[in-house]
């Protein structure tokens, strides 16, 4: 069974989904921030760029959005266009829009632009898909596409026809805003997340939801009413001890960005970021236990395939993905792998896709991306190594230092006595290995100052004023 856990702040919301106290997916979205994601505008094409395929398109908001049109797609500049976020803005890229709107509700997502019914492949008993799609159909309004979503499976068809009609109410409404509206302008914007966790989140194994806003508390409780699920149990949380702390989920949620991931069986995860993709390198660790070698690779990279289908999650690592499995002997191996790890990315929301392994063990897997990750979320770049995960070492630093005096002796007139400062670590370096033959070389005293507040690769030299 899960708890769904939501913190309500007002610089912030954050939402843990918990499975047997272990944590399965945790969202995170700061007020200072735009989510566009889901929100439809009437923008305005500011350029078309023939070569890309693409136009931009002004949205009244922030940068402009990427729209991609492909071969068939033609829009003229200054023209007005119906277009919904589907990434929000990165670094310097700004929103990926589409043309392709989708309004999604409890049980079904109205595509209005599309004439088809289309259902999820979770719903897997084909008298059942047969039975919806049929009633579905019956109903559909001629010109409407809907795409039935798992959790009509174990929905009554009353309920469903009210989420199909509630949803083409809000169609009409948009439709007579964007024929009244100036372009560019906002016409619907994406639920806030207490409320969209009710309409994605919610399972048949969720039974409770512990919030610690009262008006949030409010507001989701007649949401699940009004959806007729009054066995979920709805808990205000009023304590001043956060909900976090409270139910001992701030240790697995800082542990969100580490490195490294232990696994059970005495194994690890490796992930390492680049632009164009995400690493995963899978580390045999110690063997615990009598087995043979094979038995214990299998154990690991299966343990391995189950916590990096969590981890995506956890992260909201989006792109391309790239696992480094340790080497399998036999093909019947590698097809029991890729079998666990498909099992494992069901649930993801983000609908996962797994390419064939390849003769070196590597596994490519590649997840839609909507919002920003945890990490670009919870971290900026480092300030001393950019980014890098690297900085000079001392030694090297000290080497910079020495070729500095050289050059500054060579080109002009310096003190006899000098002061360096330079980081800690430098500093003791500089001392140790350094200063007696920086004098002997360029026939001065210096004296090395220790200053916690510089950089690692940072250092100045100044006339040493006794």
Same mark, same amino acid.
């Not at 995170?28 to 994601?37: F, P, W």
């Given at each position: 069974?899960?708890?769904?856990?939501?913190?309500?702040?007002?610089?912030? $919301?954050?939402?843990?989904?918990?499975?047997?106290?272990?944590?399965? @997916?945790?969202?995170?979205?700061?007020?200072?921030?735009?989510?566009?994601?889901?929100? %439809?505008?009437?923008?305005?094409?500011?350029?078309?760029?023939?070569?890309?395929?693409?136009?931009?398109?002004?949205? #009244?908001?922030?940068?402009?959005?990427?729209? /991609?049109?492909? @071969?068939?797609?033609?829009?003229?500049? #200054?023209?007005?266009?119906?277009?919904?976020?589907?990434?929000?803005?990165?670094?310097?890229?700004? +929103?990926?829009?589409?043309?392709?709107?989708?309004? +999604?509700?409890?049980?079904?997502?109205?595509?209005? /632009?599309?004439?088809?019914?289309?259902?999820?492949?979770?719903?897997?008993?084909?008298?059942?898909?047969?039975?919806?799609?049929?009633?579905?159909?019956? /109903?559909? +309004?001629?010109?409407?596409?809907?795409?039935?979503?798992?959790?009509?499976?174990?929905? $009554?068809?009353?309920?469903?026809?009210?989420?199909?009609?509630? &949803?083409?109410?809000?169609?009409?409404?948009?439709?007579?805003?964007?024929?009244?509206?100036?372009?560019?302008?906002?016409?619907?914007?994406?639920?806030?997340?207490?409320?969209?966790?009710?309409?994605?989140?919610?399972?048949?194994?969720?039974?409770?939801?512990?919030?610690?806003?009262?008006? $949030?508390?409010?507001?989701?409780?007649?949401?699940?009413?009004?959806?007729?699920?009054?066995?979920?149990?709805?808990?205000?949380?009023?304590?001043?001890?956060?909900?976090?702390?409270?139910?001992?989920?701030?240790?697995?949620?800082?542990?969100?960005?580490?490195?490294?991931?232990?696994?059970? #069986?005495?194994?690890? &995860?490796?992930?390492?970021?680049?632009?164009?993709?995400?690493?995963?390198?899978?580390?045999?660790?110690?063997?615990?236990?009598?087995?043979?070698?094979?038995?214990?690779?299998?154990? %690991?990279?299966?343990?391995?395939?189950?916590?990096?289908?969590?981890? &995506?999650?956890?992260?909201?690592?989006?792109?391309?993905?790239?696992?480094?499995?340790?080497?399998?002997?036999?093909?019947?191996?590698?097809?029991?792998?890729?079998?666990?790890?498909?099992?494992?990315?069901? @649930?993801?929301?983000?609908?996962?896709?797994?390419?064939?392994?390849?003769?070196?063990?590597?596994?490519?897997?590649?997840?839609?991306?909507?919002?920003?990750?945890?990490?670009?979320?919870? /971290?900026?770049?480092?300030?001393?190594?950019?980014?890098?995960?690297?900085?000079?070492?001392?030694?090297?630093?000290?080497?910079?230092?020495?070729?500095?005096?050289?050059?500054?002796?060579?080109? #002009?007139?310096?003190?006899?006595?000098?002061?360096?400062?330079?980081?800690?670590?430098?500093?003791?370096?500089?001392?140790?290995?350094?200063?007696?033959?920086?004098?002997?070389?360029?026939?001065?005293?210096?004296?090395?100052?220790?200053?916690?507040?510089?950089?690692?690769?940072?250092?100045?030299?100044?006339?040493?004023?006794?």
């Amino acid at each position: 069974m899960s708890s769904i856990y939501i913190s309500c702040r007002p610089e912030e $919301t954050r939402m843990a989904v918990v499975n047997n106290h272990r944590l399965i @997916d945790f969202v995170i979205e700061r007020n200072s921030e735009q989510h566009l994601v889901s929100s %439809i505008f009437k923008g305005r094409i500011s350029n078309v760029v023939k070569s890309l395929q693409a136009a931009f398109v002004d949205l #009244g908001q922030g940068p402009n959005g990427f729209l /991609y049109l492909g @071969d068939k797609g033609k829009v003229t500049q #200054g023209a007005s266009v119906l277009v919904q976020v589907t990434k929000d803005a990165r670094s310097t890229k700004g +929103p990926a829009v589409t043309r392709n709107i989708t309004l +999604p509700g409890r049980y079904v997502v109205l595509t209005p /632009y599309e004439n088809k019914v289309a259902l999820s492949k979770n719903i897997a008993p084909k008298s059942v898909r047969n039975r919806i799609r049929k009633f579905v159909e019956e /109903y559909k +309004p001629a010109q409407i596409g809907l795409v039935i979503r798992t959790a009509a499976e174990s929905a $009554t068809e009353e309920d469903i026809l009210a989420d199909i009609n509630s &949803l083409l109410k809000d169609w009409h409404v948009l439709e007579k805003k964007s024929r009244r509206a100036k372009a560019p302008s906002l016409l619907y914007r994406e639920l806030d997340l207490s409320v969209r966790i009710v309409r994605d989140y919610i399972t048949e194994d969720v039974h409770k939801i512990v919030i610690d806003d009262n008006d $949030t508390c409010q507001r989701v409780q007649d949401l699940l009413h009004d959806m007729d699920l009054p066995d979920i149990d709805v808990v205000y949380y009023d304590k001043k001890e956060d909900i976090f702390h409270r139910y001992k989920l701030d240790g697995q949620i800082a542990s969100i960005s580490d490195r490294q991931v232990e696994l059970p #069986g005495g194994g690890s &995860l490796v992930f390492d970021h680049t632009e164009a993709m995400t690493v995963v390198d899978v580390n045999s660790g110690k063997d615990h236990g009598g087995r043979n070698l094979e038995e214990t690779i299998m154990k %690991i990279n299966k343990e391995a395939a189950v916590e990096i289908a969590r981890q &995506l999650r956890l992260r909201d690592i989006g792109g391309i993905i790239v696992v480094d499995f340790i080497d399998m002997g036999t093909t019947e191996e590698q097809e029991e792998l890729l079998k666990t790890l498909r099992e494992n990315l069901v @649930d993801d929301k983000m609908k996962p896709k797994v390419q064939d392994i390849t003769a070196l063990n590597l596994v490519e897997i590649t997840r839609r991306k909507a919002r920003q990750n945890i990490s670009t979320v919870l /971290y900026s770049p480092c300030p001393f190594c950019q980014g890098s995960g690297r900085v000079q070492s001392p030694e090297t630093v000290c080497v910079e230092i020495r070729r500095h005096l050289r050059n500054i002796f060579l080109t #002009g007139h310096l003190d006899k006595s000098l002061l360096i400062s330079a980081h800690p670590t430098v500093a003791q370096w500089c001392r140790t290995y350094c200063v007696k033959d920086m004098e002997r070389e360029f026939s001065c005293q210096i004296q090395v100052e220790e200053d916690p507040a510089m950089g690692a690769e940072v250092f100045t030299i100044l006339t040493n004023e006794h």
